[in-house]
C-alpha cells in the first residue's frame, strides 16, 4: 500500500521561504510507479497543479509556479520536497503531494495546512 504524508511548517511569514516534504513509503519514489506531484487548494479555491518530479529525476512546473518553485528528492529517505520562494498570503493553502500513475492521480497525502501571516 503506497502511503503519502505531508510534512513542513504550518505558519510562514510573508517573503519567507516554504519547504515541505513529502515522505513516501510502500513504494521507491525511484521506481516506475509514475511521477510524484505537488498540489495545493488555497481556501474557497480549486486544486492548483503545482509541479512533478519522476523517477528518472525529471522535473516540471506549473507556468504559474516556475519561477519561484523548486523540486526535489532524497532518495536515501524516499522524499519528495518542495520548496516555494517570496511567499505571500495568496500562498495561504492546503498542500498535497500525490502520485500520479498515468491515468489519474492514484495516491495522495492527507495534506498539509500552510498559512502565510506576519
Known amino acids: 500500500q503506497v502511503q503519502l504524508q505531508e510534512s513542513g511548517p504550518g505558519l510562514v511569514k510573508p517573503s519567507q521561504t516554504l519547504s515541505l516534504t513529502c515522505s513516501v513509503s510502500?513504494?521507491?519514489?525511484?521506481?516506475?510507479?509514475?511521477?510524484w506531484n505537488w498540489i495545493r487548494q488555497p481556501p474557497g479555491k480549486g486544486l492548483e497543479w503545482m509541479g512533478f518530479?519522476?523517477?528518472?529525476?525529471?522535473?516540471r512546473y506549473s507556468p504559474g509556479f516556475r519561477s519561484r518553485t523548486s523540486i526535489g528528492r532524497d532518495t536515501a529517505k524516499n522524499q519528495v520536497t518542495l520548496q516555494l520562494y517570496a511567499m505571500t498570503p495568496e500562498d495561504t493553502a492546503v498542500h498535497y503531494c500525490?502520485?500520479?500513475?498515468?491515468?489519474?492521480?492514484?495516491?495522495w497525502g492527507q495534506g498539509t495546512q500552510v498559512t502565510v501571516s506576519s
Open positions: 518530479i519522476c523517477p528518472d529525476g525529471r522535473i
Open positions: 500525490a502520485l500520479y500513475t498515468g491515468q489519474l492521480f492514484s495516491y
Open positions: 510502500g513504494a521507491s519514489i525511484t521506481a516506475g510507479y509514475g511521477c
